[in-house]
């Protein structure tokens, strides 16, 4: 029944690229979506993956870390290191800012930290980290894209700062990130005397939490998992819901394709099909072949989609770097079952057509 299949499906080998080129393109944009959403994923919570913490306290009511702007009072670092069982505690202060960059309006997060405490950029390609209160680290997304490099000075909402470092991984879509001291974020943005979050680490798990939120009832704590989730719905979970409906309608194509490709060749052969059911093939038998016509085609689109996302996503991270499209394993494992899931819905109409065929009908014409 193999060589049967082979020989259908190869006979036309147009109309087959045309198939194979469907289902390539279908598994290239299901890839391309699934890793864009992965990537937005990874950029929105790349700060709390690279910045140790068990907790984040923050303020009241405000549940992730780049939604809704945080603001406590800086003495609550104080209180929360006193609380037993801390291990160390560091603040953050974390706000948006617009930037006027050559004529355009950039949405940056501006990221105060103590580099004696930690909570700055996690790896750079260029530079140092900040030292004194007129220096900053730049995301090297946002440097490259503007022109800027290490040595330049950048005007942050009217003052003057001299980038010492550019910073990796610390861009996203949406915003780059800015490193400079807590003190020089907050006289900035007007704000001494605040923080955004302190930053807990404890090797007590649940104990200290409940330590923290009993001696500061003023204030949110909210353990690391939990704020990376709240972030993920908040900004990616903004997105998820059009682009998996993207596709949804890719997986629909890539079936239509390959259901019209079979379908056509099976009504095109239907003496052979009506010769095999004379000479005692069961209908089991030639819904066999179908489905091994349609499986065919679905896997040569799938390695044909496989290496164009490899190609597409490169090209679309050099041309755009803010992107990031993660196609991890899972992704890969998932297209290979939406590949036989278009093989299976391909194969359904032509199985029905030859299992109705009437050798008789087809002989006497």
């Known amino acids: 029944m193999v060589p049967i299949a ?34 937005m994923s990874e950029q929105v919570t790349a700060y709390i993956d690279n910045t140790p913490a068990d907790y984040y306290v923050g303020q009241k009511g405000v549940a992730n870390l780049q939604g809704a702007g945080s603001v406590i009072p800086l003495d609550t670092l104080q209180k929360v290191e006193a609380v ?15 930037l006027d960059l050559h004529g355009k309006k950039v949405t940056t997060f501006l990221i105060g930290y103590e580099p004696e405490r930690g909570g700055g950029s996690w790896q750079l390609s260029a ?4 030292e ?24 942050l909402l009217g003052r003057p700062f001299r980038i010492v470092g550019l910073s990796e991984g610390t861009t996203s879509w949406m915003v780059s990130m800015i490193f400079l001291r807590h003190d020089a974020a907050t006289t900035l943005l007007r704000a001494q ?6 930053l807990v680490r ?3 798990g649940a104990v200290v939490a409940e330590r923290l939120r009993a001696s500061l009832p003023d204030v949110n704590v909210l353990p690391r998992e939990t704020l990376l989730r709240n972030d993920i ?17 890719a997986v629909g194509i890539g079936a239509l394709l390959v259901g019209l490709t079979i379908y056509s060749a099976t009504v095109e052969r239907v003496r052979e099909y009506g010769v095999l059911k004379a000479v005692g093939m069961r209908n089991r038998s030639l819904y066999a072949i179908v489905a091994r016509q349609a499986l065919g085609a679905a896997v040569l689109g799938l390695i044909g989609g496989l290496v164009l996302v490899w190609i597409v996503a490169a090209a679309i991270e ?3 770097p803010q992107f990031l499209i993660a196609v991890d394993r899972g992704s890969v494992v998932q297209a290979g079952i939406g590949a036989i899931a278009i093989a299976l819905m391909a194969s359904l109409i032509p199985a029905r057509y030859v299992g109705n065929i009437d050798p008789a009908r087809i002989f006497r014409r």
């Open 6 to 39: 082979w020989h259908i499906l190869f006979k036309d080998k147009l109309r087959l690229a045309i198939s194979v080129s469907g289902v390539a393109l279908s598994i290239m944009l299901v890839l391309l979506l699934d890793g864009f959403l992965t990537g």
């Open 84 to 98: 037993e069982s801390v291990a160390s505690a560091l603040p953050v202060f974390a706000q948006y800012a617009i």
């Open 127 to 130: 530079g140092r980290t900040v």
């Open 132 to 155: 004194s209160a007129d220096e900053i680290v730049v995301d090297r997304v946002l440097a490259q894209r503007h022109g800027l490099r290490a040595g330049d000075e950048l005007d």
């Open 193 to 198: 005397d605040t923080t955004s979050f302190i």
């Open 202 to 204: 404890s090797g007590e």
């Open 233 to 249: 719905a908040f900004l990616a979970g903004t997105f998820s819901t059009p682009l998996r409906m993207m596709v949804l309608i």
């Open 318 to 320: 050099y041309v755009w």
